[in-house]
């Protein structure tokens, strides 16, 4: 039996970043960049006001810091929206009308917000006084040309894809999506909506795990129910020699129908661990057959979606080339005092009792690793490090995020 951080080092050691592809960007959301983007222009690509006003020479309207009421008239040489190039310079004792995103005409070195202003025939009148640079954005404040917008790994989100757009990048390099395959195993387990005899229970396993796989960013395929007979699993584990990632749930502890291991093996899986120092899922196995992940997850609903969190996310993260493996950690204040049986790390189910000015967590009360309701209902597993016997209240705990905050 080994420790939870060593089969997670194990796991992250066997997983490597799988090859790229290009995708349209409007299909990239939710991928991981493959390189670093760097920008092949300056944003914005121009000079340009950031208001409706006059483009002006801060210097004409001499009113610059003193807040004296002193009013200026200038000449208006043209009226500029966005998207056009003026054709004149503003000399001095000249404006361009200029409407915001337009480009600031030559001569000019700050726009005067059209609030400030009064407009007549030829001329405008200026209000109040600006000083250069004022309601003006510069060529390049985003971004310089040849500058790293986005780094390999990063997650594609809403604002990384309108970064992408706005450095012109009409297809997005982009990781390969692992190919995942997801095993059932059990006599006992029912398809929803198969009819279910007395002591057959349903199979959820086989839909949540292939969520978790989908949310996880992989090309998840569920295979289906292998029966606790070796040549049904033999069969169904050929079916998934394609995939990157193989995920069984049940049959890896130590019952007499608990066929998953040897079966694995048999197929010529090789073992890496099997059995690590935790609660819930402490029959997990994982080997690899050639470059495929093999995970064996314990069959309990709990446990199996707790240790594809704790080790097959992780792998997911690593074969996506993602900069940071999940799942994700933060420290937060426990809202009650914990008693444990020592002896294995713990992930206990909980969710946030406040968000704020400290995030505070408590367990739920039922831990029994059968009890889906507490996956349901969780949103963070806390962690409680394998001597620990009692967590007072108020005490620092790590927190593993399944899902957002
Ligand atoms: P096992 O790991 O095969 O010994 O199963 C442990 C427990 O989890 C047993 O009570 C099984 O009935 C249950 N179980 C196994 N597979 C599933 C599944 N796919 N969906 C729901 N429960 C399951
Ligand atoms: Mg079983």
């Known amino acids: 039996m080994i420790e939870y951080l060593d089969a997670r080092a194990l796991v992250l050691g066997a997983a490597k970043a799988l090859s790229s592809e290009s995708v ?23 000079t340009k006001s950031t208001m ?20 200026v008239e200038l000449e208006v040489l043209a009226d500029l929206p966005a998207g056009r190039i003026a054709r004149k310079a503003v000399g001095p004792g000249q404006a361009v009308r200029i409407m915001t995103g337009a480009p600031l005409p030559a001569g000019a070195d700050a726009v005067v917000m059209v609030e400030h202003t009064e407009s ?9 006084g600006v000083r250069p640079g004022d309601n ?65 229970i349903r199979n959820s396993n086989g839909t949540a795990l292939t969520a978790m796989a989908v949310e996880a960013g992989a090309d998840a395929r569920y295979l289906g129910i292998a029966r606790d007979r ?12 394609g995939a990157d990632v193989l995920v069984l749930s049940g049959g890896v502890s130590v019952g007499d129908y608990d066929l998953v291991k040897a079966g694995l093996e048999a197929s010529g899986v090789k073992p890496v661990f099997w059995q690590v ?9 994982f080997g690899v057959r050639g470059r495929q992940l093999v995970f064996g997850l314990p069959g309990n609903p709990t446990s199996s979606l707790v240790t594809f969190l704790l080790f097959v996310r992780p792998a997911l993260d690593r074969l996506l080339g993602r900069s940071a ?32 000015p400290v995030l505070k967590v408590a367990p739920y009360e039922d831990q029994r690793s059968g009890v889906l309701r507490s996956m349901v209902r969780g949103r963070v597993l806390i962690v409680v490090p394998a001597d620990a016997a009692r967590l007072e209240a108020g005490c620092e705990v790590e927190i593993l995020l399944m899902d957002g905050l």
């Open 230 to 241: 070796n040549a049904s699993l033999a069969s169904k584990l050929a079916r998934a020699r």
């Open 120 to 128: 007549h025939e030829r001329t405008v009148r200026i209000r109040r």
């Open 325 to 356: 493996a999940g799942p994700a950690s933060m420290t937060a204040v426990l809202d009650e005092a914990i008693v444990l049986k020592p002896g294995r790390t713990q992930f206990l189910r909980g969710c946030f009792v406040s968000r704020g």
């Open 136 to 200: 003006i954005g510069l060529a390049g404040e985003d971004l310089r040309r040849g500058e790293i917008a986005l780094e390999r790994g990063t997650i594609i989100g809403p604002a990384e894809s309108g970064m992408l757009a706005a450095a012109g990048l009409a297809r997005v390099p982009v990781t390969r999506r692992p190919k995942l395959a997801v095993i059932a195993t059990g006599d006992e387990i029912v398809e929803p909506g198969k009819p279910k005899r007395p002591g057959q």
């Open 24 to 46: 349209p960007l409007a299909r990239a959301l939710g991928r991981t960049l493959a390189r670093d983007i760097r920008a092949r222009e300056d944003i914005p690509p121009f």
């Open 52 to 71: 409706d006003g006059y483009a002006v020479r801060a210097g004409d309207t001499r009113l610059s810091g003193t807040g004296t009421p002193l009013e």
């Open 277 to 285: 120092r935790i609660k819930p899922g402490k029959p997990v196995f």
